[in-house]
C-alpha cells in the first residue's frame, strides 16, 4: 500500500508506459481510496521513456518543491546494447537505419568491450538523441523528429552535450541471430542520456548499436528495491 502521508513516493515503473501514465494512475489510485477525493499535488524527479522500467521520484503535496534538487542527483542504470543495428530513436522502438551481422565470439566481444569501457568514464561530448526532450528554437527534439517522420525530412542541429560516466561495468555478453547484446551497469550524473551512450559503445567497437533494454536501479541514495512496484498497463 503507498503511504499517502509521505512527501516522497518511489515509484518502480513498469514496460510500456509513460512517466505521466505513472502518475495519472496514481491519482486515480489515491481517488478509489479517499472516497472519490482529488490527489495532492503530484510530480516528478525526472521522466523515464515508456520502453524503460525501474525507479522514479514522486513529491507529493509539498514534497514536489524538492523535484528540483532531486532532479539532480546521480543516477544508476542497467542497460542491454544491441550490438549490429542503429534505429532511428536510439532505441527498439524506431526504424532500423543501419545493420550488420555481429559474427565475433562471446569471449572476443567481452575483451574488446571490456577494453572500449576504460575510456569512457569521464565527461563525454556526444549527440543527444532525436527524440529526446532537449528544446532547439524553443521546441522539443522529439516533436521535431516525429514530424520529420511524417514530411520525409531529415532533423537537423541535433545537440551535443556533456555527459559525465561515473562508472561502468560489463556484466554480460549474449549471442545470436546476427547480433550480439551487451549488458552494462552506468553510474552518471544527471543529463546523461544512456541511449547516447550505447550509439557511442557501437561506434568505438565498430558496430552500429542501439539501447535493447533499459531499467533505472538508483536516484542518489534512492534505491529500486524499496520502490512500490506498478503493474503493467495503463
Given at each position: 500500500m503507498i503511504d499517502w502521508e509521505q512527501e516522497?513516493?518511489?515509484?518502480?515503473?513498469?514496460?510500456?508506459?509513460?512517466?505521466?501514465?505513472?502518475?495519472?494512475?496514481?491519482?486515480?489510485?489515491?481517488?478509489?481510496?479517499?472516497?472519490?477525493?482529488?490527489?495532492?499535488k503530484l510530480g516528478h524527479a525526472g521522466t523515464l521513456?515508456?520502453?524503460?522500467?525501474?525507479l522514479m521520484l514522486l513529491g507529493v503535496g509539498k514534497g514536489t518543491k524538492k523535484l528540483g534538487e532531486l532532479i539532480k542527483l546521480d543516477k544508476e542504470y542497467i542497460a542491454e546494447v544491441r550490438l549490429g543495428e542503429t534505429r532511428t530513436t536510439g532505441d527498439l522502438e524506431g526504424?532500423?537505419?543501419?545493420?550488420?551481422?555481429?559474427?565475433?565470439?562471446?569471449?572476443?566481444?567481452?575483451?574488446?568491450i571490456r577494453a572500449s569501457l576504460q575510456t569512457f568514464t569521464g565527461v563525454q561530448t556526444l549527440p543527444v538523441s532525436a527524440y529526446s526532450a532537449i528544446k532547439?528554437?524553443?521546441?522539443?527534439?522529439y516533436k521535431r523528429?516525429?514530424?520529420?517522420?511524417i514530411t520525409g525530412d531529415t532533423v537537423i542541429n541535433i545537440p551535443m552535450r556533456d555527459m559525465?560516466?561515473?562508472?561502468?561495468?560489463?556484466?554480460?555478453?549474449?549471442?545470436?541471430?546476427?547480433?550480439?547484446?551487451?549488458?552494462?551497469?552506468?553510474?552518471?550524473?544527471?543529463?546523461?542520456?544512456?541511449?547516447?551512450?550505447?550509439?557511442?559503445?557501437?561506434?568505438?567497437l565498430g558496430y552500429p548499436a542501439t539501447l535493447?533494454?533499459?531499467?533505472?536501479?538508483q536516484v542518489g541514495e534512492y534505491k529500486v528495491e524499496d520502490a512500490y512496484t506498478l503493474s503493467a498497463g495503463k
Open positions: 516522497l513516493l518511489l515509484i518502480d515503473k513498469p514496460h510500456g508506459v509513460t512517466s505521466f501514465d505513472v502518475i495519472r494512475r496514481l491519482r486515480r489510485m489515491y481517488s478509489d481510496t479517499h472516497g472519490g477525493a482529488k490527489a495532492p521513456d515508456p520502453l524503460a522500467t525501474g526504424e532500423i537505419v543501419e545493420e550488420c551481422e555481429v559474427s565475433e565470439d562471446v569471449a572476443t566481444l567481452e575483451e574488446k532547439v528554437d524553443g521546441v522539443p527534439m523528429a516525429r514530424k520529420a517522420e559525465t560516466v561515473h562508472a561502468v561495468e560489463l556484466q554480460g555478453v549474449t549471442t545470436g541471430g546476427g547480433r550480439a547484446v551487451a549488458t552494462l551497469r552506468f553510474n552518471v550524473a544527471s543529463g546523461t542520456y544512456i541511449r547516447s551512450l550505447a550509439e557511442e559503445l557501437g561506434r568505438r535493447q533494454n533499459l531499467r533505472r536501479t
